[in-house]
């Protein structure tokens, strides 16, 4: 149940990102087409998330440390780089116009799932 929770989050948190930002973008499509696109992308962007990112923030943690806790955010930045890379080899994905973008798109993603996670009835 909570898999299928952040992997509801993440989705719309991606859908949202994509809306308000230029450099970043999923493949157009119409309808119930657009739902499937935004519910694949969120699912790579969600094992990548479950699977990468733990061991990225084990090798980040120097800096991370040395940076405050703001290395995070780059870290997060490379993990939506990463399904955008892994997207790219179908034919629906996200689209991440470079670095800088990623680094922009994760702070909107990590604002926008800190709201939904909070509305969303969870553990307590």
Same mark, same amino acid.
């Given at each position: 149940?909570? /898999?299928?929770?952040?992997? %509801?989050? @993440?989705? %719309?948190? &991606?859908?949202?990102?994509? *809306?308000?930002?230029?450099?970043?973008?999923?493949?157009?499509?119409?309808?119930?087409?657009?739902?499937?696109?935004?519910?694949?992308?969120?699912?790579? /962007?969600?094992?990548?998330?479950?699977?990468?990112?733990?061991?990225?923030? %084990? *090798?980040?943690?120097?800096?991370?440390?040395?940076?405050?806790?703001l290395?995070?955010?780059?870290?997060?930045?490379?993990? *939506?780089?990463?399904?955008?890379?892994?997207?790219? /080899?179908?034919?629906?994905?996200?689209?991440?116009?470079?670095?800088?973008?990623?680094?922009?798109?994760?702070?909107?993603? @990590? &604002?926008?799932?800190? &709201?939904?996670?909070a509305?969303?009835?969870?553990?307590?």
């Amino acid at each position: 149940m909570r /898999f299928l929770v952040r992997l %509801v989050v @993440s989705s %719309v948190a &991606i859908w949202l990102t994509s *809306l308000l930002l230029d450099g970043v973008s999923l493949t157009s499509a119409e309808g119930w087409d657009q739902v499937l696109v935004v519910g694949a992308v969120g699912l790579v /962007f969600t094992l990548v998330n479950l699977v990468v990112k733990p061991v990225a923030h %084990v *090798l980040a943690l120097p800096l991370t440390i040395l940076t405050l806790g703001l290395f995070v955010l780059v870290v997060n930045a490379l993990m *939506l780089l990463l399904t955008s890379w892994l997207t790219s /080899f179908t034919d629906w994905g996200l689209f991440v116009d470079g670095f800088w973008w990623a680094l922009l798109a994760a702070l909107v993603i @990590s &604002i926008v799932s800190g &709201i939904l996670n909070a509305v969303v009835p969870g553990k307590d």
